[in-house]
C-alpha cells in the first residue's frame, strides 16, 4: 500500500487524512509545526480597536481565523463589525469555512474563484481590488514566527499600499517547528527512500524537515504540493520535480495517484 506523508499540523491535517484514506492510501501523520493562540489581554484590546477602525480583515489562514476568534472571547463585541459591514478577505475554502463556523455570514467573505489556477494573494486581490480605495484599511491576521514577528508575505500589502490603502496587521497565533525525535528522524530517513509520497501544503514546514534531516538525500523521494513557491522551495533543498496540485481536494488526490 503507498504511504502518503501529511506534514500539516495537526488541527489541520484531519480532512487530508481522511481523504487519502478513502483512496485506499496509508496515511502517515507528521505534523511538522505547531500551532499556538498568542493573544494577550493587552494585544487583545489593541486588536479590538484595530478591528473597529478597519473595513476589511484579511485571514490568511483559518488558523488565523479560528485563533483570533479564541483569543478575543473576552470581548465578543469584536465579532459585530464582520456580521455587518466589515469584509472578511481570504485564499482558500478552508479559511471561509472556518469564518462561517465563527458566524461570519457568507456574503461578508471574500475569496478566489475556486476554478483560479492557484488560491493565493494574487487571485484574491483580483476579487478584492474593486472595494480598495484611498483611506481603505485593512487588518491582516496572520502568525508569527518563532521569534514572536509577525511573519508572512507582503506582495498584497504591497498592492494595497500601491492603491491607498493602510494596512496593519497582528499575530494571532505563532507557529513553532515540531522537534522530531531520533525515531521519527529514522523514519523519515525510511519514508524518504521507500516510495512514500509527500505532502505540503506550507514552505514553513518543508523547511522545518530539511533542517532537521539535513543528511537526507531528497532527489528520489515523491512530492506533492499546493503552490509553485512551494515547489521551488523544494528544489532548492534538494527534492526534484515536486507535482503541484492545483486548489481543491480531488484535485490534490489526482496528483497523489499520478505518482503511483
Known sequence: MTQVVVTRPAQDAEGWVSAVQSEGF???????LHVLPILNSDQTK??????QSSQALMFVSANAARMLNQGMTDLPAWKDRLLQETRSWCTGPGTAAALRQMGV??????????????LDSEALWDAVKGQVRPGFEVLFIRGADESGAVAGRDWLEQQLESAGAKVSAV??????AVN??????????DLATNGAIWLFSSSACLQSLVLQCPDINWSQ??????????AALAQQLGWQSPTIAPPGIQSLLASIKSLT
Open 46 to 51: 489593541r486588536t479590538f480597536d484595530k478591528i
Open 105 to 118: 455570514p457568507a456574503h461578508q467573505i471574500d475569496q478566489p474563484a475556486l476554478t483560479s489556477a492557484h
Open 26 to 32: 496509508e496515511a502517515i501523520r507528521l505534523p511538522l
Open 221 to 230: 523521494a515523491k512530492l506533492v504540493v499546493t503552490h509553485p513557491r512551494i
Open 171 to 176: 499575530a494571532a497565533y505563532q507557529r513553532l
Open 180 to 189: 522530531l525525535t531520533l525515531a521519527q528522524k529514522l523514519q523519515v530517513q
